[in-house]
Protein backbone atom coordinates (compact mmCIF):
# COMPACT_ATOMS: atom_id res chain seq x y z
CA UNK A 1 0.00 0.00 0.00
CA UNK A 2 1.19 3.71 -0.44
CA UNK A 3 2.56 5.57 2.42
CA UNK A 4 2.29 8.78 3.26
CA UNK A 5 4.40 11.19 1.27
CA UNK A 6 5.57 14.09 2.96
CA UNK A 7 6.45 15.96 -0.35
CA UNK A 8 2.92 14.88 -2.17
CA UNK A 9 0.67 13.56 0.56
CA UNK A 10 -1.59 11.14 -1.64
CA UNK A 11 -2.53 9.22 0.66
CA UNK A 12 -4.23 9.68 4.47
CA UNK A 13 -4.50 7.31 7.18
CA UNK A 14 -7.69 5.02 6.23
CA UNK A 15 -10.40 5.18 9.42
CA UNK A 16 -11.92 1.72 10.07
CA UNK A 17 -15.19 0.21 9.18
CA UNK A 18 -17.03 -2.69 10.56
CA UNK A 19 -18.47 -5.04 7.73
CA UNK A 20 -21.88 -4.36 6.69
CA UNK A 21 -24.75 -6.79 8.19
CA UNK A 22 -26.38 -8.48 5.34
CA UNK A 23 -30.04 -7.76 4.87
CA UNK A 24 -32.59 -10.05 2.83
CA UNK A 25 -33.09 -8.71 -0.79
CA UNK A 26 -36.51 -10.25 -2.43
CA UNK A 27 -34.60 -9.23 -5.75
CA UNK A 28 -31.74 -11.51 -4.56
CA UNK A 29 -32.61 -14.97 -4.07
CA UNK A 30 -30.94 -17.50 -1.67
CA UNK A 31 -28.43 -19.70 -4.22
CA UNK A 32 -27.03 -22.71 -2.24
CA UNK A 33 -26.25 -26.43 -3.32
CA UNK A 34 -29.24 -27.54 -2.39
CA UNK A 35 -31.23 -24.75 -4.87
CA UNK A 36 -28.80 -26.21 -7.57
CA UNK A 37 -29.22 -29.67 -7.43
CA UNK A 38 -33.36 -29.47 -7.43
CA UNK A 39 -32.56 -27.26 -10.76
CA UNK A 40 -30.27 -29.59 -12.18
CA UNK A 41 -32.59 -32.55 -11.42
CA UNK A 42 -35.37 -31.50 -12.79
CA UNK A 43 -33.82 -29.97 -15.69
CA UNK A 44 -30.49 -31.53 -16.26
CA UNK A 45 -30.54 -35.50 -14.14
CA UNK A 46 -27.82 -36.73 -16.46
CA UNK A 47 -25.73 -34.27 -14.01
CA UNK A 48 -27.84 -33.81 -10.86
CA UNK A 49 -25.92 -36.54 -9.30
CA UNK A 50 -22.23 -35.20 -10.07
CA UNK A 51 -20.52 -33.79 -6.96
CA UNK A 52 -21.16 -30.01 -6.20
CA UNK A 53 -19.50 -27.12 -4.16
CA UNK A 54 -19.49 -23.77 -4.13
CA UNK A 55 -15.85 -22.36 -5.94
CA UNK A 56 -13.65 -20.41 -3.33
CA UNK A 57 -14.42 -17.02 -4.59
CA UNK A 58 -17.74 -16.61 -5.90
CA UNK A 59 -18.41 -13.21 -8.17
CA UNK A 60 -20.69 -10.45 -6.85
CA UNK A 61 -23.01 -10.70 -10.09
CA UNK A 62 -23.02 -14.25 -10.63
CA UNK A 63 -23.23 -17.64 -7.59
CA UNK A 64 -20.79 -20.07 -9.30
CA UNK A 65 -20.17 -23.90 -8.30
CA UNK A 66 -17.94 -26.91 -9.25
CA UNK A 67 -19.72 -29.35 -11.22
CA UNK A 68 -18.07 -32.94 -11.50
CA UNK A 69 -14.50 -33.33 -12.31
CA UNK A 70 -14.83 -30.28 -15.75
CA UNK A 71 -18.03 -28.39 -15.26
CA UNK A 72 -19.45 -25.41 -13.12
CA UNK A 73 -22.70 -24.04 -13.22
CA UNK A 74 -22.96 -19.89 -12.77
CA UNK A 75 -26.44 -18.51 -11.34
CA UNK A 76 -26.97 -14.52 -11.65
CA UNK A 77 -27.88 -13.13 -8.31
CA UNK A 78 -29.93 -9.64 -9.20
CA UNK A 79 -32.15 -8.79 -12.47
CA UNK A 80 -29.75 -6.61 -13.89
CA UNK A 81 -27.20 -9.14 -15.08
CA UNK A 82 -29.93 -11.97 -16.36
CA UNK A 83 -29.45 -10.70 -19.85
CA UNK A 84 -25.86 -12.08 -19.75
CA UNK A 85 -27.21 -15.51 -20.26
CA UNK A 86 -28.25 -15.57 -23.61
CA UNK A 87 -25.33 -13.09 -24.73
CA UNK A 88 -22.81 -15.52 -23.33
CA UNK A 89 -24.89 -18.31 -24.63
CA UNK A 90 -25.02 -16.65 -28.46
CA UNK A 91 -22.00 -14.93 -28.95
CA UNK A 92 -19.49 -17.14 -27.04
CA UNK A 93 -19.44 -20.12 -29.46
CA UNK A 94 -18.95 -17.96 -32.36
CA UNK A 95 -16.17 -15.90 -30.59
CA UNK A 96 -14.07 -18.84 -29.58
CA UNK A 97 -12.73 -20.05 -32.93
CA UNK A 98 -11.13 -16.91 -33.43
CA UNK A 99 -9.60 -16.15 -30.18
CA UNK A 100 -5.57 -17.02 -28.55
CA UNK A 101 -6.59 -18.67 -25.17
CA UNK A 102 -9.61 -20.65 -24.33
CA UNK A 103 -12.60 -18.72 -22.98
CA UNK A 104 -15.93 -19.42 -21.08
CA UNK A 105 -17.54 -22.44 -22.72
CA UNK A 106 -21.12 -22.67 -22.29
CA UNK A 107 -22.97 -26.17 -22.27
CA UNK A 108 -26.62 -25.88 -21.46
CA UNK A 109 -28.76 -23.26 -20.51
CA UNK A 110 -31.15 -23.76 -17.54
CA UNK A 111 -34.98 -22.02 -17.32
CA UNK A 112 -36.60 -20.33 -14.09
CA UNK A 113 -37.46 -23.30 -11.76
CA UNK A 114 -37.60 -24.61 -8.19
CA UNK A 115 -37.82 -21.01 -6.57
CA UNK A 116 -35.33 -19.62 -8.66
CA UNK A 117 -36.30 -16.79 -10.80
CA UNK A 118 -33.61 -16.42 -13.23
CA UNK A 119 -32.25 -18.18 -16.32
CA UNK A 120 -28.78 -19.74 -15.41
CA UNK A 121 -26.05 -21.76 -17.21
CA UNK A 122 -23.66 -25.05 -16.99
CA UNK A 123 -19.97 -24.26 -18.45
CA UNK A 124 -17.17 -26.41 -19.04
CA UNK A 125 -14.31 -25.67 -16.01
CA UNK A 126 -11.71 -24.13 -17.12
CA UNK A 127 -8.39 -24.79 -14.95
CA UNK A 128 -6.04 -22.50 -13.98
CA UNK A 129 -6.16 -19.97 -10.77
CA UNK A 130 -6.55 -16.36 -10.44
CA UNK A 131 -3.38 -14.52 -9.40
CA UNK A 132 -1.25 -11.35 -10.06
CA UNK A 133 1.96 -13.43 -9.09
CA UNK A 134 3.07 -14.24 -13.08
CA UNK A 135 6.48 -16.15 -14.15
CA UNK A 136 6.96 -13.66 -16.66
CA UNK A 137 4.49 -10.42 -16.79
CA UNK A 138 5.95 -8.62 -19.60
CA UNK A 139 5.32 -12.22 -21.57
CA UNK A 140 1.56 -12.17 -20.04
CA UNK A 141 1.20 -8.48 -21.01
CA UNK A 142 1.68 -9.69 -24.68
CA UNK A 143 -0.33 -12.60 -24.76
CA UNK A 144 -3.08 -10.62 -22.87
CA UNK A 145 -2.94 -7.60 -25.26
CA UNK A 146 -2.87 -10.43 -28.26
CA UNK A 147 -6.05 -12.01 -27.50
CA UNK A 148 -7.61 -8.48 -26.97
CA UNK A 149 -6.09 -7.40 -30.09
CA UNK A 150 -7.50 -10.82 -31.83
CA UNK A 151 -11.09 -10.30 -29.99
CA UNK A 152 -11.46 -6.68 -31.48
CA UNK A 153 -10.58 -8.40 -35.15
CA UNK A 154 -13.41 -10.31 -34.80
CA UNK A 155 -16.46 -9.16 -37.43
CA UNK A 156 -18.70 -7.02 -34.93
CA UNK A 157 -21.69 -6.73 -37.11
CA UNK A 158 -24.92 -7.03 -35.36
CA UNK A 159 -22.73 -7.18 -31.59
CA UNK A 160 -24.49 -6.15 -28.66
CA UNK A 161 -23.96 -2.89 -28.18
CA UNK A 162 -23.59 -1.46 -24.12
CA UNK A 163 -26.48 -2.11 -22.15
CA UNK A 164 -28.00 -2.28 -18.79
CA UNK A 165 -27.08 -6.14 -18.52
CA UNK A 166 -23.57 -5.62 -19.27
CA UNK A 167 -23.80 -2.37 -17.06
CA UNK A 168 -22.55 -0.28 -20.01
CA UNK A 169 -18.99 -1.14 -20.47
CA UNK A 170 -18.16 0.35 -23.62
CA UNK A 171 -19.92 3.44 -23.58
CA UNK A 172 -18.16 6.74 -24.63
CA UNK A 173 -16.53 8.57 -22.24
CA UNK A 174 -18.76 10.73 -20.67
CA UNK A 175 -22.04 9.25 -21.51
CA UNK A 176 -24.30 9.75 -19.24
CA UNK A 177 -25.87 5.92 -19.02
CA UNK A 178 -25.38 4.49 -15.64
CA UNK A 179 -21.72 2.74 -16.11
CA UNK A 180 -19.40 2.66 -13.35
CA UNK A 181 -17.39 5.67 -15.18
CA UNK A 182 -21.03 7.86 -15.68
CA UNK A 183 -20.19 11.59 -14.26
CA UNK A 184 -23.10 10.71 -11.59
CA UNK A 185 -21.28 8.27 -9.63
CA UNK A 186 -17.26 8.92 -10.45
CA UNK A 187 -17.57 12.50 -9.11
CA UNK A 188 -19.62 12.09 -5.55
CA UNK A 189 -16.69 9.15 -4.98
CA UNK A 190 -13.78 11.82 -5.90
CA UNK A 191 -15.32 13.67 -3.45
CA UNK A 192 -16.17 11.41 -0.83
CA UNK A 193 -12.51 10.17 -0.97
CA UNK A 194 -11.41 14.35 -0.10
CA UNK A 195 -8.74 14.01 2.91
CA UNK A 196 -7.92 10.53 1.92
CA UNK A 197 -6.35 11.15 -1.45
CA UNK A 198 -4.85 13.97 -3.25
CA UNK A 199 -8.32 14.58 -5.05
CA UNK A 200 -7.02 17.26 -7.06
CA UNK A 201 -4.72 15.20 -8.77
CA UNK A 202 -7.42 12.29 -9.49
CA UNK A 203 -10.07 14.83 -11.09
CA UNK A 204 -7.21 16.25 -13.30
CA UNK A 205 -6.82 12.35 -14.85
CA UNK A 206 -10.79 12.14 -15.18
CA UNK A 207 -11.16 15.80 -16.63
CA UNK A 208 -8.00 14.64 -18.64
CA UNK A 209 -10.34 11.02 -19.59
CA UNK A 210 -13.86 13.14 -20.92
CA UNK A 211 -11.71 15.96 -22.96
CA UNK A 212 -10.19 12.95 -24.95
CA UNK A 213 -11.12 12.50 -28.45
CA UNK A 214 -14.28 10.22 -28.85
CA UNK A 215 -12.80 6.60 -30.04
CA UNK A 216 -13.36 7.56 -33.84
CA UNK A 217 -12.85 4.12 -35.49
CA UNK A 218 -16.14 1.24 -35.58
CA UNK A 219 -17.32 -0.53 -32.91
CA UNK A 220 -15.12 -3.43 -31.60
CA UNK A 221 -15.85 -6.64 -29.26
CA UNK A 222 -14.62 -6.02 -25.86
CA UNK A 223 -14.81 -8.39 -22.78
CA UNK A 224 -15.69 -5.55 -20.65
CA UNK A 225 -13.79 -6.72 -17.60
CA UNK A 226 -10.57 -8.15 -17.77
CA UNK A 227 -10.16 -7.85 -14.25
CA UNK A 228 -7.56 -10.15 -12.11
CA UNK A 229 -10.85 -12.57 -11.08
CA UNK A 230 -11.35 -12.98 -14.98
CA UNK A 231 -7.73 -14.30 -16.09
CA UNK A 232 -7.09 -17.72 -15.43
CA UNK A 233 -3.09 -18.85 -15.08
CA UNK A 234 -1.51 -21.95 -15.01
CA UNK A 235 2.09 -22.27 -13.14
CA UNK A 236 2.14 -18.49 -13.81
CA UNK A 237 1.09 -18.30 -17.52
CA UNK A 238 -2.37 -16.68 -18.61
CA UNK A 239 -3.84 -19.70 -19.65
CA UNK A 240 -7.67 -18.50 -20.32
CA UNK A 241 -10.65 -15.69 -20.20
CA UNK A 242 -13.16 -16.00 -18.38
CA UNK A 243 -16.68 -14.77 -17.13
CA UNK A 244 -17.93 -12.52 -20.31
CA UNK A 245 -20.92 -11.04 -18.77
CA UNK A 246 -19.75 -7.81 -19.70
CA UNK A 247 -19.36 -8.66 -23.44
CA UNK A 248 -20.41 -5.97 -25.72
CA UNK A 249 -19.45 -3.89 -29.24
CA UNK A 250 -18.24 -0.16 -28.17
CA UNK A 251 -15.02 1.63 -27.45
CA UNK A 252 -12.25 -0.56 -26.91
CA UNK A 253 -10.69 1.83 -23.42
CA UNK A 254 -12.44 -0.25 -21.20
CA UNK A 255 -10.18 -3.11 -22.15
CA UNK A 256 -7.52 -1.09 -20.39
CA UNK A 257 -8.41 -1.86 -17.41
CA UNK A 258 -6.11 -4.68 -17.21
CA UNK A 259 -3.29 -2.17 -17.22
CA UNK A 260 -3.92 -0.78 -13.92
CA UNK A 261 -5.47 -3.65 -11.96
CA UNK A 262 -3.56 -6.57 -13.65
CA UNK A 263 0.27 -5.79 -15.18
CA UNK A 264 3.27 -4.20 -13.64
CA UNK A 265 4.32 -1.02 -14.89
CA UNK A 266 7.24 -2.11 -17.13
CA UNK A 267 4.47 -4.72 -18.73
CA UNK A 268 1.67 -2.12 -18.69
CA UNK A 269 3.82 -0.32 -21.44
CA UNK A 270 4.10 -3.35 -23.17
CA UNK A 271 0.67 -4.52 -23.41
CA UNK A 272 0.20 -0.38 -24.40
CA UNK A 273 2.70 -0.94 -27.31
CA UNK A 274 2.04 -4.13 -28.38
CA UNK A 275 -1.95 -3.30 -28.25
CA UNK A 276 -0.48 -0.30 -30.60
CA UNK A 277 -3.32 2.25 -28.24
CA UNK A 278 -3.37 6.00 -29.11
CA UNK A 279 -2.92 8.48 -26.42
CA UNK A 280 -6.77 9.50 -26.84
CA UNK A 281 -7.72 6.02 -26.12
CA UNK A 282 -5.34 5.51 -23.31
CA UNK A 283 -6.04 8.67 -21.29
CA UNK A 284 -10.14 7.27 -21.85
CA UNK A 285 -8.80 3.93 -20.47
CA UNK A 286 -6.95 5.27 -17.56
CA UNK A 287 -10.19 7.25 -17.07
CA UNK A 288 -12.33 3.59 -16.50
CA UNK A 289 -9.28 2.27 -14.44
CA UNK A 290 -9.63 5.50 -11.94
CA UNK A 291 -13.49 4.72 -12.13
CA UNK A 292 -12.75 0.89 -11.56
CA UNK A 293 -10.60 1.96 -8.22
CA UNK A 294 -12.71 4.96 -6.46
CA UNK A 295 -12.59 3.19 -2.54
CA UNK A 296 -15.08 5.05 -1.43
CA UNK A 297 -16.29 5.09 2.32
CA UNK A 298 -19.65 4.43 2.14
CA UNK A 299 -19.32 1.34 -0.25
CA UNK A 300 -19.49 -1.95 1.26
CA UNK A 301 -16.46 -3.05 0.39
CA UNK A 302 -14.79 -0.18 1.82
CA UNK A 303 -14.65 -2.52 5.02
CA UNK A 304 -12.06 -5.18 3.15
CA UNK A 305 -8.94 -3.29 3.88
CA UNK A 306 -7.03 -6.18 1.06
CA UNK A 307 -9.73 -4.23 -1.49
CA UNK A 308 -8.81 -0.68 -0.13
CA UNK A 309 -5.21 -0.86 -0.42
CA UNK A 310 -5.33 -2.14 -3.98
CA UNK A 311 -7.33 0.64 -5.04
CA UNK A 312 -5.44 3.18 -3.33
CA UNK A 313 -2.29 1.57 -5.52
CA UNK A 314 -3.63 1.58 -8.42
CA UNK A 315 -5.04 5.68 -8.01
CA UNK A 316 -0.82 6.20 -7.12
CA UNK A 317 0.13 4.23 -10.41
CA UNK A 318 -2.89 5.58 -12.93
CA UNK A 319 -1.78 9.53 -11.30
CA UNK A 320 1.74 8.90 -12.00
CA UNK A 321 0.84 7.45 -15.36
CA UNK A 322 -0.75 10.84 -15.61
CA UNK A 323 1.79 13.15 -14.96
CA UNK A 324 4.16 11.43 -16.71
CA UNK A 325 2.55 12.24 -20.09
Given at each position: MSTPDPDNPLIAPL??????????????????????????????????????SPVPRSGMDNATFLLGPDMSVRLPRYPRWVGQVDREH?????????????????????????GYPFPWSVYRWLPGETTEDLADPVEAAKELAGFVSALQRIDATDGPGPSWSNAFRGVPMGDERDSVAVEARVRPKIEALRGIVDTGAVTAVWEAALAAPAWDGPPVWIHGDLAPGNLLTVEGRLSAIIDFGTLAVGDP?????????????????????????DDATWARGRGWGLASSLPVPDD????????????????????ADFRAT
Open positions: PHKEPPVPTPDPDNPLIDETLVRRLLAAQFPRWADLPLEWLPRLAPHLPLPISEPLAKGEPGEAVDLLPAWTFLLPAARDVYRETLGVPYYADPVRVERALRQLDEII
